[in-house]
């Protein structure tokens, strides 16, 4: 949403963070990370991604951002991927768990779709030539210079 914005839009409507964003006082996002294991390694892709969530979950999440401990009593939160992967079908509004992390850590995203290929990934993980080749792709789409969120 925040993406799609012209840079007037996003300065008249949005308000962002490195790791929040509101637009239109009604769109609330959280920056967090999706995790694929790499088959034989403890290496692991990380996807840094957006997810919509509702504003009480917002508020929880703003509230506890600095609070030590907040992984063992806050969350899990219900949330929506609110990216598009090119790499995968429609990943848009993908329905996942929010994981709290410690503070200074990303929240982690947990899809819950069974059966869409990204979720299968999360889960099953994938090769390290997998692990390369989708670098490589996503260096090509999107150049090391494409770092804006959402």
Excluded at 4 to 12: F, G, K, Q, Y
Excluded at 25 to 31: G, H, Q, Y
Excluded at 82 to 101: D, F, G, H, M, W
Aim: glycine share 4%; charged share 25%.
């Amino acid at each position: 949403m925040y993406a799609n914005m012209s840079e007037p839009e996003r300065d008249a409507r949005a308000l962002i963070s490195s790791d929040q964003c509101i637009v239109d006082e009604t769109w609330f996002f959280i920056r967090g990370c999706l995790e694929i294991p790499v088959l034989d390694s403890t290496e692991v892709f990380i996807w840094g991604l957006w997810a919509s969530v509702k504003e009480d979950v917002f508020n929880e999440m703003s509230e506890s951002w600095e609070e030590e401990g907040r992984e063992t009593r806050r969350g899990p939160f219900k949330a929506r991927l609110a990216n598009s992967l090119s790499v995968y079908p429609e990943t848009l509004n993908l329905k996942l768990r929010i994981a709290i992390q410690p503070v200074a850590t990303r929240p982690l995203f947990i899809l819950e779709d069974e059966e869409h290929p990204l979720t299968k990934a999360q889960q099953c993980g994938i090769s390290r030539l997998e692990a390369m080749e989708l670098s490589s792709t996503l260096l090509h789409i999107q150049g090391p210079w494409s770092r804006s969120p959402q």
